[in-house]
């Protein structure tokens, strides 16, 4: 396996933050890692490694997570941070590349007198369940499986605890998917070692995110962690003695990044707050809500007596929003810089004021990684037919046609017709200008029709040559089970246990670990 590495077109919204286009929505400038490591941090670092490394002990880390341990230790450390919501099984595998990402550039900036550790939030006070109650594995024969296991909807996913039964038929569904592959071995070991029966959501996702990167210094945080979530819990007071306050911040730097020509990716009605509430004897999470400074929670007064009531039963009774929980991380954490993906970088466009407010510095954002793994079957057919991975993951079926086109001649055929055509409609075009400018119009249209005529059936010409190749047709859906699954970019659908089951753990962890932390990489098994 070797790493590949390109320079990808940028998005719109990231180029113009790479650039500096977005005004004053970012404290620190995109990739200005020394600027980030000055950002002032003054947390409680011995309280905050107490807490941390008790957690860590319970999921039985190593010494590498010790190790980190130590280092955030140091009054001048500082964290690379990074998250996502805990899907079964890992979640798409771009959360393995965020986790990697920010291991890599922690190691980048790590020194000995300032050291840099990194960290992986998980989003367990999310309850959105349909997004992390399944997990997609493909298996050797391109079978594409939904194993999907049972959560309770309404409260936070984190509280949630796996149905050993649900763990037994996840296992059995990679043996299959596997049949008698030389890895199946290792990967149900490691199943098994992060899901025990008494295994909770999140201690089951920490644990398997400890076993791949915790020797290479990865910590995990739990902000349902009860000794974590009371730091901040006068964060979550002035949001309650100013209900709008934070989330009319939001809307009017989403009202600056419209007048720059971006649509806000974060809205908040006039009555939202940015906190959710978990009543103490059990139910949904819900949105906390105001008229004026009155409080409602489900359309029901409820005064701010009874929520500090709340916090003090259960400090993670009260959570954040999305236009908030960054807040608190780098509350928490003395962070230097934030591994974010596209959506992130959005909305976090939204939030300085919610910082400032806070007197929290916001740190970095860093755009992570971006990677998709190349197996052994689709780097033979790339390499049988000449293809780029990139032309055939944007678009599988236009990739398969502009082979048949170049393969017997047509394309070829078709970009000399159209130069024929814009060499005599230009010299017509010459002529009658000379004549008579009134029929320059008629000639140019007359051009663009004959254009448009030999496109369209270059076009239907491609299609016809695909369906009379049955071997190019099966040898592209193979591509596009790995590539594009369900319609989608592989990372953003696929479990990284995809890859576990056909190329083994220690492979696959091992060519994450050699990316770059920055950029759009093929790993090329």
């Known amino acids: 396996m070797t790493p590949r590495q390109h320079q990808a077109p940028a998005s719109s919204f990231l180029a113009a933050y790479e650039a500096g286009e977005l005004g004053g929505a970012f404290a620190v400038p995109a990739g200005d890692l020394e600027g980030a490591l000055t950002v002032p941090r003054d947390q409680d670092r011995a309280s905050l490694v107490a807490a941390l490394r008790r957690r860590h002990e319970a999921w039985g880390a190593g010494t590498g997570a010790e190790a980190s341990l130590r280092k955030l230790a140091h009054p001048a450390s500082r964290v690379v941070v990074t998250g996502q919501q805990i899907g079964w099984l890992l979640g798409p595998t771009f959360s393995l590349s965020k986790a990697v990402t920010a291991v890599l550039l922690a190691r980048r900036l790590d020194r000995e007198e300032r050291p840099v550790v990194p960290v992986f939030w998980m989003a367990t006070q999310d309850h959105d369940v349909d997004e992390m109650d399944h997990a997609w594995v493909l298996g050797r024969n391109e079978r594409l499986l939904r194993l999907g296991v049972g959560v309770p909807r309404g409260p936070a996913v984190g509280r949630a605890r796996l149905d050993p039964a649900d763990v037994v038929r996840t296992r059995a569904a990679l043996r299959e998917l596997d049949g008698d592959g030389p890895h199946a071995d290792d990967v149900d070991a490691l199943l098994v070692r992060a899901c025990d029966d008494a295994c909770g959501w999140s201690d089951g996702f920490a644990r398997l995110l400890l076993a791949l990167l915790g020797d290479s210094g990865l910590l995990v945080v739990d902000p349902l962690d009860r000794e974590l979530a009371r730091r901040w819990r006068g964060a979550l007071e002035r949001e309650l003695d100013e209900p709008g306050a934070s989330a009319a911040a939001i809307m009017a730097a989403g009202g600056r990044l419209a007048t720059l020509g971006w649509q806000p990716l974060l809205g908040r009605s006039d009555d939202a707050t940015n906190l959710f509430v978990e009543r103490p004897d059990g139910g949904a999470r819900t949105l906390l809500r105001h008229r004026g400074s009155a409080l409602y929670l489900g359309g029901e007064r409820v005064e701010r007596a009874t929520l500090r009531a709340y916090l003090d039963a259960d400090p993670t009774s009260i959570t954040p929003a999305a236009g908030l929980r960054p807040v608190l991380q780098d509350l928490l954490l003395p962070s230097a810089a934030f591994v974010v993906g596209p959506g992130e970088l959005r909305y976090l466009a939204q939030l300085r004021s919610v910082y400032d407010a806070h007197g929290v510095g916001m740190p970095l954002l860093w755009p992570r990684a971006t990677v998709t793994v190349l197996q052994p079957p689709v780097r033979r057919i790339l390499e049988r037919h000449g293809l780029d991975w990139r ?41 009658t200008e000379g004549i008579d400018p009134s029929l320059t119009g008629p000639v140019k249209r007359g051009r663009y029709h004959l254009e448009r005529t030999v496109v369209n059936l270059r076009e239907k010409t491609g299609r016809a040559l695909v369906r009379q190749d049955d071997g190019a047709r099966k040898q592209f859906a193979r591509l596009q089970a790995h590539l594009r699954p369900n319609g989608g970019l592989q990372e953003r659908v696929l479990s990284p246990f995809s890859h576990f089951l056909t190329l083994g753990v220690q492979p696959v962890r091992d060519a994450f670990l050699g990316i770059e932390p920055e950029g759009d990489q093929a790993l090329v098994f």
Not at 394 to 399: G, K, L, R, S, V
Not at 417 to 427: Q, T
């Open 391 to 431: 032309s055939v993951q944007a678009d599988p079926q236009h990739a398969l046609c502009e082979l048949q086109l170049h393969r017997h001649g047509y394309a070829d055929s078709a970009a000399a017709a159209l130069a024929a055509v814009e060499r005599e409609f230009g010299a017509l075009l010459a002529a």
